[in-house]
């Protein structure tokens, strides 16, 4: 079994930046991909960021292009986003991901319980 567990959420005003990081527990984070999604009040949940096992592939959304960046510590267990130039729009509860790879919600096994971003105008 995996365990993931968010923080850095919180409150910012738009142009601010936060760090969320997740810490994984179980084997299975340094051998998966690891990515990030989101979920605005009344959207559905949303493709953030991915990462390889490895570092060597990425993926972002287009939303988020230029002002987040995922990054992970295998020795840490750890995964980061960066988010920086945040918006109104980033507003949403954002969840780790881990036991899979892509860009899909079906592709991974384990989520955290999420943490919430909040970005006033």
């Known amino acids: 079994q995996v365990q993931l567990v968010e923080s850095g959420g919180g409150l910012v005003q738009a142009g601010g930046s936060l760090r969320l990081s997740c810490a994984a527990s179980?084997?299975?984070?340094?051998?998966?991909?690891v990515g990030w999604f989101r979920q605005a009040p009344g959207k559905e949940r949303e493709f953030v960021a991915a990462?390889?096992?490895?570092?060597?592939?990425?993926y972002s959304a287009d939303s988020v292009k230029g002002r987040f960046t995922i990054s992970r510590d295998n020795a840490k267990n750890t995964v980061y986003l960066q988010m920086n130039s945040l918006k109104p729009e980033d507003t949403a509860v954002y969840y780790c991901?881990?036991?899979?790879?892509?860009?899909?919600?079906?592709?991974?096994?384990?989520w955290g319980q999420g943490t919430q971003v909040t970005v006033s105008s």
């Open positions: 991901v881990t036991g899979g790879w892509g860009t899909s919600i079906s592709q991974y096994d384990y």
């Open positions: 179980g084997r299975t984070f340094s051998t998966s991909g």
């Open positions: 990462i390889s096992r490895s570092s060597v592939t990425i």
